[in-house]
Every structure is written in structure tokens, then in C-alpha cells.
């Protein structure tokens, strides 16, 4: 049974979880509603958390592992490039790639749905060849 200690630790955990993934967002320039629809958050949370003006926050099981993997995206990101022009520009260059025919990284992110995630996810993730 969790105690009012591990529901607090939790819930702050998730408040920082959230407000890294919108700082990364941020530098993607990614727009509120791509942001909110990836993260599936509402707006008002999405605002909070932009002015880092959340201390706690219940999420979901869906909504964290949609911020966890922003943020592996964003630490395989950080392994391929060096210079920020790419490390953050990277998601909203036009890849021809197969899956991502012609669009963004964060054009199809910002279709909110899970499987367009995960499957950038995999794609940018397969570049860091191993690094890990």
C-alpha cells in the first residue's frame, strides 16, 4: 500500500518529468496544441507546466510513458548530435526516410497518437547505432 509520502514523491516526480519534456518541446518549437496532443495533457496543464508552475501532478500510466519517451528521444538525440542546431532542429526537419515520408519527426509526433510516438521513438533511437 502506498503511503501519503510515496503518492507525494510520485506525483513530484511526475511534475518534473512533465515539465522537462515541455522544455524540450519548447526547443523543438513545437506549438502548444502539438505539445499538448503528444503529451495528451490539457491546456491548462500544459500552460502550468511551461511556467513551471506545477509542484505535483497525477498522471496516467499512458501520459508518462508518452513523456518518457520524449525523453529517451531526446537522449538519443543528444548521442547522434553535438551542435544544437541539430540536436534540437532534428525533429522538424523533412525526412524522407521510409515511415516518415516527407514529413517531420514532430509533424507526426503532433498527431497525438501513442503508435506515431513510438514508432519515431524506434526510428531516432536506431541512429544512435548502439551507443548506449
Known amino acids: 500500500m502506498q503511503t501519503a509520502h510515496d503518492i507525494s514523491q510520485n506525483r513530484a516526480a511526475a511534475a518534473a518529468g512533465l515539465k522537462a519534456a515541455v522544455r524540450i518541446l519548447d526547443k523543438w518549437r513545437a506549438s502548444g496544441e502539438q505539445g499538448e496532443a503528444i503529451l495528451r495533457v490539457s491546456h491548462s496543464t500544459y500552460a502550468r507546466a511551461r ?31 553535438d551542435n544544437p542546431e541539430n540536436l534540437y532542429g532534428f525533429v522538424n526537419m523533412i525526412n524522407h526516410n521510409p515511415y516518415f515520408n516527407g514529413r517531420t519527426p514532430l509533424e507526426i509526433m503532433g498527431s497525438g497518437d501513442f503508435a506515431a510516438l513510438y514508432e519515431t521513438f524506434k526510428r531516432i533511437d536506431s541512429l544512435r547505432g548502439g551507443q548506449w
Open 51 to 81: 511556467r513551471g508552475d506545477i509542484a505535483e501532478i497525477k498522471l496516467d500510466s499512458d501520459q508518462l510513458t508518452r513523456i518518457s519517451y520524449l525523453l529517451n528521444i531526446h537522449a538519443a538525440l543528444r548521442m547522434i548530435f
